[in-house]
C-alpha cells in the first residue's frame, strides 16, 4: 500500500507540472489509445501498480488539461492544491458522510463549512445546508423545499400524498434560466414547460418590471452570475416583492454568488441574501475537485422535510446536524473535507484575491480582443467574456482553430442571435501570462481566419 500510494503520488505529481507544457485538448491519437484500457475483462488479478501504471500511461494524455490555467471553456475551475491533497487523504479515509456515527471528522468538517460558507456568502447564519454534487442537485434540493413548503401552506403534504390532486404551484424564470433549474423542475413534477417566462434585458437579466404579479403559492427561480454574460438579476426588487407577496425566490448562484466575498463584485448581489433558497457551485469557482455543490435554505425545516427520508429501525439519530438530512443522498463520499480544506488555505483574503483576480483577467481578454478589432457582445461585470470574430461561420472557425492548436481551450454559444466565442475565467491557476498567451492565440488565429 504505502508504495502504491507514493508511486501514486509521483504520477500525480508529474502530471501537474506538465500541464502548462502540453495542449489543452487531448490530441485525436491520445483519446484513440484509450481502447487500451479496454479489452475483455482479466480473469485474473493483477499487481495495482501495473493497474496504476496503465492508468496514467493512456489516461492522463487523454485528459482534458482543465488544472492547466488556460482552460476557459464552460464554466470549469481547477483545484487548489490544498483541496487535492485533502481529496487524496480523504480518498484514504473513504469515509461515508451520511451520519455523524459513520464518520464524526466528515460531519464536523461540513458543521465548519456551513458556517463559514454561510459567512463568506453573507447568507443567513442559521440556513441548513446540505452538500450535494452539484448545481443541479443543489437547484433539485433548493425547489424541493421550496415546493414543501408553498404546499404546506396550502395544507398539502407532498411528502406524503405527492403531486396528484395538489394545489397548483406557479413557477416564474427568467427568459435566461439554466437549464439545470428547468432539469430539477422536471424531475419535481413541477414541469419545464409550464412556468412563465420573464423577459430579459440585454445582458440577460431578467426585467423586475415584467415580473407577473406574486402570490404565496409562486416559486421565483433567480439567476446570480448567468452563464454566458455573469450577469445578475436584480435580486433586490425581486426578493422585496415575493416577500410581500409570500412567494418563494430560489437563486441559481452557481459560480456568481462567489462574487460576495469581494467588496467590487458584491454590489451585484444587492438583495440576493432576502431570498429563500441558493444553490452554489463548489467545483466550478472555489476550485475544488469534482463532485462539490451546496445547497442553502433559509428555514432549514423545509430542507429537511423535502428530503427526508422516513425511518428504519437501525438508522441511527444522533443529537445536532445529520448529514443525510440535508441531501438527496444517503451514502455518500465526505465531499465538505476538500471544502474545508480550500477555504482553510486560502483565508478569506485568498479566495476575495482569487476571484477578483479572474475577473479582472476577463476584462484583460476583453480590452486585448477589442484592441485587435473585435466584438465583445457583453459587459464584462464578472469574469465572463463572449466575444464575435466577424460573422457567425468565420467565429465558428475560430473557436474550432482555437480548440485544434491547443494553447488554451474556450467553447461557443449563441447570445441574442449572435455566434460568440465563450471565455470563462474561472481557475486559480490562472496567471496574466495564461491570459497573455491564450489572447495572442485566439488573435493570431482570428486574423488567419479573418485573412481568408
Ligand atoms: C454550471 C451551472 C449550473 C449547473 O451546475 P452543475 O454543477 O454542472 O450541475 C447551474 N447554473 C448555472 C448558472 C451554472 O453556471
Known sequence: MKELLAETAVRAARYAAAIGDRKVAPRS???ARLEALGGTLPENPCDPAEVLALLDDVGSPATVATTGGRYFGFVIGGTLPAALAANWLAGAWDQNAAMQVMSPVAAKVEEIVREWTLDLLGLPSSSGV?????????????????????????????????????????????????????????????????????????????????????????????????VNTGAFDPAK????????????????????????????????????????????????????????????????EHLRTALSAGSAAYLTQSAGREPWQYTPDASRRARGIELWAAMRSLGRSGLREMIERNCRQARLFAD????????????????????????ADQTRRVIAEIQEDGTCWCGGTIWHGHTAMRISVSCWATTDKDVEQSVAAMIRIAKSVRAG
Not at 452539484?134 to 433548493?142: E, I, L
Not at 390532486?165 to 439545470?180: K, Q, T
Not at 415584467?210 to 403559492?217: F, Q
Request: with cysteine; glycine share 10%; aromatic share 6%.
Open 29 to 31: 491519437e491520445d483519446i
Open 130 to 226: 446540505g452538500f450535494v454534487t452539484c448545481t443541479t442537485m443543489a437547484n433539485f434540493s433548493g425547489l424541493a423545499a421550496a415546493r414543501s413548503a408553498l404546499l404546506q401552506h396550502s395544507g398539502w403534504n407532498v411528502e406524503e400524498d405527492g403531486m396528484f390532486e395538489a394545489p397548483a404551484i406557479r413557477v416564474v424564470v427568467g427568459e435566461e434560466v439554466h437549464v439545470s433549474v428547468l432539469r430539477a423542475l422536471t424531475m419535481l413534477g413541477l414541469g419545464r414547460s409550464r412556468v412563465i417566462t420573464v423577459p430579459a434585458d440585454g445582458q440577460g437579466r431578467m426585467r423586475a418590471d415584467a415580473l407577473p404579479v406574486l402570490d404565496e403559492h409562486t416559486i421565483v427561480c433567480i439567476q446570480a452570475g448567468n
Open 237 to 300: 426588487e425581486i426578493c422585496a416583492r415575493a416577500r410581500d407577496a409570500g412567494a418563494w425566490v430560489h437563486v441559481d448562484g452557481a459560480f456568481g454568488l462567489w462574487g460576495a466575498v469581494s467588496p467590487l463584485y458584491a454590489p451585484l448581489l444587492e438583495g440576493v441574501s432576502a431570498a429563500d433558497s441558493w444553490a452554489i457551485d463548489c467545483h466550478k469557482w472555489l476550485n475544488v475537485p469534482y463532485d462539490s455543490g451546496i445547497v442553502v435554505v433559509r428555514e432549514p
Open 368 to 391: 486585448h480582443l477589442r484592441a485587435a478589432g473585435f466584438t465583445v457582445l457583453n459587459d464584462v461585470v464578472l469574469n465572463q467574456v463572449l466575444v464575435s470574430f466577424g460573422s
